[in-house]
């Protein structure tokens, strides 16, 4: 089953945001804008990785941040 990808974009490894802040908060964009629908899986961990060219831990980590927000669940 192919889950919604978030569209690629550009990770600024420099900036003020960390990596998990940065991927966490365009998640939370396109949850809050309707472009996930509820109930919508999110791309898997590894998927979710490759496609942003980061770690899975920093995938990961900025799921959990999305469930602490409640904007997702387990």
Request: zero cysteines; glycine letters at 8%; proline letters at 8%.
């Amino acid at each position: 089953m192919n889950h919604p990808r978030p569209p690629p974009f550009e990770l600024h490894r420099s900036g003020t945001l960390t990596l998990v802040e940065q991927l966490a908060a365009h998640l939370a964009g396109r949850i809050q804008a309707g472009a996930l629908a509820p109930g919508a899986r999110l791309a898997s961990v590894r998927e979710a990785a490759l496609h942003q060219g980061v770690s899975p831990s920093t995938v990961v980590a900025a799921y959990d941040l999305l469930q602490a927000q409640g904007l997702v669940e387990a």
